[in-house]
Structure formats: structure tokens, C-alpha cells
């Protein structure tokens, strides 16, 4: 049983899954919010881990299983931090310009995900050789940010920051599969307006985070 908004949205034409994932939009960024205000993960700020969430949702739909998402979303995510990763340190010693030097990569990287699929399909994996473009083209666009943080922060904080959004985005997609919050996003449209207002509240937040609790504890704990 959808909304008469939903039902209304779909009868002019616009994909139910569409829809859907549109909905799911607000309820996702609130939830990477709350893991970077109190719980202090920063991760690549919040529309990185968003798109990769959509990311393992297009996997999943085309893999058909909740933990085909899980772990082809996961190796085109690896495979590009990796390459990334190896190809930016052979062509330190190019001395190149910032833009060539990321155009190189990405292409290094498309070319080295190509090939990861080409093995799945040789390996009888055809949840992962099926992977369509856009999932991909998203895991890809990763690699600019992942570069520019190496370069500003250095390789250890970029990795750092890599494991963090992939957590983020598991967590998010897990949430997001969620066959129950589908059924109520479709009936009850009207819940992304409470995650708006949990967002109004997450940017009222002074307090410290899970994080700082922990890394602060004895300090804490003298006072």
C-alpha cells in the first residue's frame, strides 16, 4: 500500500525505485551526519559516502542479493584505493601537474577495474561482471578525492579516512536495504521531514563525541 503521494508520483510517470531511493536520499546523509557529530567519523565529508552508498545499492539490485552489494561494492572500492594508491606513487618521480597526474590515475584505475570485472566473469562470478557503469563510474570519482587528501594530509590520514567512509557506507547501505524502512518510506513519505529535524538537531550538538570520549577517557575520568 503506497501514499497517494507515491501513488500520485508513480502514475506520472516516474519509477517507483526511483522514488524510493530518492526518499531514502534525506535519511542517508542524516544518518552519515550523526556518525561524523557524535560519533566522530569523518570519513570524506558526507556526499562521498552517500554516493557510494547509492553505489552498493545499484550492485545489489544487479547482483540480486543483499551481500552481493556487500562484497562487489567492496572490491571495486578496494581494487580503487589501491590502484590509486600504487599508481600515485610511481608517478611521483614524473613530477606532473595535479590534473594530469589525476587524469592518469583515474585512467590507470578504470583500466584496473575492467580487468577486476573481466576476472569475475572468468571466475564464474557473474554478480560481479555484470556490475553496470554508474556504480562504477562512482567507486571511480573517489580516487580525485583519495589523491587530494594525500597530498594535503598525507598518505596515512587519506587511508585512514578511505576505511572510515567505507564503514560509513556499509552501515548506511545496511540501513538502506532495510526491507521495512522501504515499506514505511513508501507509505509515510512524510519521515524524511524527521530527518530533517534529527539534522537540526545533530547541528545544535556541543557535546563531545564518541570518539573524544574515548580518546580523552583518562583526562575525562581525572576530572
Given at each position: 500500500m503506497y501514499s497517494p503521494f507515491v501513488e500520485f508520483a508513480v502514475s506520472q510517470g516516474v519509477p517507483l525505485g526511483t522514488v524510493t531511493l530518492i526518499l531514502m536520499l534525506p535519511i542517508v546523509v542524516m544518518i552519515i551526519a550523526f556518525f561524523r557529530q557524535v560519533v566522530g567519523i569523518k570519513a570524506f565529508g558526507i556526499y562521498t559516502p552517500a554516493l557510494i552508498i547509492f553505489a552498493f545499492l545499484a550492485i545489489k539490485a544487479e547482483s540480486g542479493s543483499f551481500w552481493g552489494g556487500i562484497r562487489y561494492g567492496t572490491a571495486i572500492f578496494g581494487t580503487v584505493i589501491a590502484v590509486g594508491t600504487i599508481t600515485r606513487i610511481l608517478l611521483r618521480q614524473f613530477r606532473l601537474l595535479y590534473?594530469?597526474?589525476?587524469?592518469?590515475?583515474?585512467s590507470i584505475v578504470s583500466l584496473s577495474t575492467l580487468l577486476m570485472l573481466i576476472f569475475g566473469g572468468m571466475t564464474q562470478r557473474t554478480g560481479l561482471a555484470s556490475v553496470s557503469i554508474f556504480p562504477i563510474l562512482i567507486m571511480i570519482t573517489l580516487?580525485?578525492?583519495?589523491?587530494?587528501?594525500?597530498i594535503d594530509k598525507g598518505k596515512k590520514t587519506a587511508i585512514y579516512l578511505s576505511i572510515e567512509t567505507l564503514f560509513i557506507s556499509m552501515i548506511g547501505y545496511s540501513i538502506a536495504s532495510w526491507s521495512l524502512l522501504i515499506v514505511y518510506l513508501q507509505e509515510y513519505p512524510w519521515l524524511v521531514f524527521v530527518a530533517i529535524f534529527i539534522n537540526v538537531l545533530?547541528?545544535?550538538?556541543?557535546?563531545?563525541?564518541?570518539?573524544?570520549?574515548?580518546?580523552?577517557?583518562?583526562?575525562?575520568?581525572?576530572v
Open positions: 590534473l594530469p597526474r589525476v587524469a592518469i590515475v583515474i580516487v580525485e578525492k583519495f589523491v587530494a587528501v594525500q545533530l547541528g545544535k550538538w556541543t557535546g563531545l563525541r564518541l570518539s573524544e570520549f574515548i580518546r580523552f577517557k583518562k583526562i575525562i575520568k581525572n
